[in-house]
């Protein structure tokens, strides 16, 4: 296999790939400095893998606490269903006399009231209230 005039003037680098040759003064110069930029690069790369190495640990331990709350949460969900709601009876302070509707902020009171213990009236008109 014979070389071509061409060929023989051109070398390269073979870590960076930078052509160098073909008459100028600086062919070396310029093979060095792109293989230290070559290197700078692997560098740069090397520091962004470690990070994401790191990020993608974290959010592997962030998804199995999530997962392991979501299971947790689920469970008690199945628990309340499970068990009978208690019976809706209104206070004393705040039961009206035969015959009388309760105020609309007595309503209100009641609802609010019956919505924090998680009952289910009060989730429904909650709910109501909202669309």
Same mark, same amino acid.
């Given at each position: 296999? +014979?070389? @071509?005039?061409? *060929?023989?003037?051109?070398?390269? #680098? ?13 062919? $070396? $110069? ?5 293989? *230290?930029?070559? /290197? +700078?690069?692997?560098?740069? &790369? !090397?520091?962004?893998?470690? +990070? ?15 997962? &392991? ?13 499970? %068990? ?8 004393? &302070? %705040?039961? @009206?006399? $035969?015959?009388? #509707?309760?105020?609309?902020?007595? %309503? ?5 009231? /019956?919505?924090?213990?998680?009952? %289910?009236?009060? @989730?429904?008109?909650? !709910? $109501? +209230?909202?669309?």
């Amino acid at each position: 296999m +014979r070389r @071509t005039r061409s *060929a023989s003037r051109h070398w390269g #680098c073979g870590f960076c790939g930078a052509r160098v040759g073909g008459g100028g003064g600086g062919g $070396a $110069a310029d093979l060095a400095a792109s293989h *230290a930029d070559a /290197l +700078r690069l692997g560098e740069e &790369r !090397e520091r962004q893998s470690g +990070r994401l190495r790191e990020e993608n640990a974290r959010l592997k331990l962030e998804n199995r606490r999530l997962r &392991r709350e979501n299971r947790s949460l689920f469970r008690q969900v199945l628990k309340l269903q499970q %068990e009978p709601p208690p019976p809706l009876a209104l206070p004393e &302070r %705040e039961a @009206t006399p $035969a015959g009388q #509707c309760p105020s609309p902020q007595e %309503e209100e009171m009641l609802r609010d009231r /019956l919505a924090e213990e998680g009952h %289910e009236l009060g @989730t429904k008109a909650e !709910e $109501a +209230r909202r669309v």
